[in-house]
């Protein structure tokens, strides 16, 4: 929890900060920068400034007590020497009334230094701690000083006023022996050791006192010292402070930007046009962001819009493509229609008449090989032999005849269907019942070819379709058309895989509200995706040459699709299925 706190209080900045402009914060961080340097500057002078004061007071302080001190030292100290000058002066009457003068004056000159001394310290109490031993030796000193020096003073005073009145000027008069004696005897007074007991303590107090400038004149230095430290101290700070600013300010700014930028490279080279940028701050860099997402939004609803336009111009362009086919179709077909009408005309009388003369040659050639058995017994073996080869060939020249003939003909058929230009009879019909008879044709049909075909159904029709409106001829034809294709497909597979393979055709109607499904699969042979594209293309075919025209899906598609306005599919993979999937508007 306590590592939580930084995190937090960084977090608690930085909201502060995203509420600032830019140029807010930036005023910011250099006025709180300035303003910490100055008042640091500040409060480094004033209390440099205070400190230095008290010192520079204590250190004027001990120079004037030292002077006093001086004085009392020098007041004492030529007061001592003149009175011990006295004792050489005695038969020097002038020259000891003028060493009397200058002791009186010495004497006088030292109370007067004292008693300013005194008067220097009536002020001083024991609240001064940093004179506590300056005070102790004063006090000391007072005691001496009346113990010793005023006694001292006022006993020589004393003795001057006796030998003041001692007749100096006569040596008979025995005065002078009498002067000098006093003034040897005083030499020896007690009061005079007390003096200079009493200089002692003065000079302690001289000494208590240089030590106590010597201790100011530190202060004043160290107060310089600390004066000097605390400004450039409060400097350090402020640039840390700043530097602090700078990193936080820079941090709420930089993040963000390197956010939108982020955004706008991914945008720009990744096309990812469903980010957006985180809104941070309400500066410009959050304004910025705005912008960004707003840009983000509006590159993406175009780039949605000219894909709309692009599907849209994509579906109109396969919609033109398609009507363009069928243009091309239709312009086939009726070029096609108008060549093969007088051409299928022209070629189905003569066509006719092949057919029927083959079907004819195949009846002769059966009634002469009978005839050629019955009268086998008379004829030559070897005779019957070689007409029986003849009449054999013969035979089967006629069936090929016979048979490319009807081929001819389905062709000629086909023709005249696709180039028809009649109108188609439409009528309400059972869209189920259509389909089930052209299943069951289909199916009956090539069992009539190939007998030992068999097929599985797998029929679901559905009952809720009712009828529809259609053209029962056209739609019977496309139904059989596929049903057919689908029988020749399993056909094929079922020859191709041998009894393991189970046929199977599975047919499916659905109701679909406005329109109708229908599906045919088979599980024959297949076809691959290149023949899946080119399955609805005029006389495209997949069958072997001689067994199909290429027309037959071709007509399915254009009756389905232009005819009835509706849509045909297949969807197939190669050896596994094949489905056909209509849909039919009711």
Known sequence: MLDSLPHQHSSLQLGILNRLKVGQRVSLGFTMALGIAFTG????????????????????????????????KAGIHDASIH????????????????SIAGFRKKAQSFEQAFANLQAAYENVD???????????????LVD????????????????????????????????????????LEAGTDPSLMGVHKFASVLQDLADVIDAEMVAATNALTTTATLRRNIILTSLM????????????????????????????????????????????????????????????????????????????LEQANQKLVSTQKQMIVQEKLASLGSLTAGIAHEIKNPLNFVNNFAELSVDLTDELTEELKARQAQLDPEFVEEITDIIDTLNTNVGKIAHHGKRADRIVGNMLMHSRSGKSEWAEIDINDLVAEAINLAYHGIRAKQSAFNLAFDNDYDDSIGTIRACPQDLNRVFLNIANNACYAIYQRQIAEGSNFMPLLKVRTRDQVNQVEIRIR???????????????DQFFTTKPTGEGTGLGL?????????????????????????????TLPK
């Not at 009175?83 to 003028?98: C, S």
């Not at 982020?262 to 309400?282: G, I, N």
């Not at 509006?298 to 949605?304: D, T």
């Not at 009756?559 to 056909?580: A, D, R």
């Open 554 to 582: 071709s007509l399915s598609y254009g009756i389905i699709v232009e005819q009835h306005q509706g849509n045909i599919n297949v969807e197939s993979e190669l050896g596994i299925y094949t489905e056909f999937i209509i």
């Open 237 to 312: 700070i402020a640039v840390a402070i700043a530097g602090a600013l700078v990193f936080t300010i820079s941090r709420s700014i930089v993040r963000p930007l390197q956010s939108v930028e982020k955004v706008a490279k991914e945008v720009t080279e990744q096309d990812r046009f469903d980010l957006q940028a985180s809104v941070t701050t309400t500066d410009e860099v959050g304004t910025l962001a705005i912008a960004l997402n707003q840009l983000i939004l509006r590159v993406k609803s175009l780039l949605k819009e000219k894909e709309v336009r692009a599907q849209e």
């Open 126 to 140: 024991d609240k001064h701690q940093h004179m506590s031993a300056e005070l102790e030796v004063y006090r000391l």
């Open 522 to 536: 088979d599980n024959g042979t297949g076809m691959t995706p290149e023949v899946r594209d080119q399955i609805f």
């Open 41 to 72: 500057a500040v409060t480094g002078i004033v209390i440099g400034e205070h400190y230095e004061r008290r010192s520079r007071d204590a250190l004027e302080y001990s120079m004037a007590q030292s002077k006093l001190v001086f004085r009392a």
């Open 83 to 98: 009175q011990r000058e006295l004792a050489y002066l005695v038969d020097k009457p002038e020259a000891l009334t003028n």
């Open 144 to 183: 001496e000083y009346t113990s010793f020096a005023q006694p001292y003073f006022r006993n020589v005073e004393q003795l001057l006023q006796q030998i003041e009145s001692l007749d100096l000027a006569s040596d008979e008069s025995g005065d002078q022996e009498i002067a000098q004696t006093l003034l």
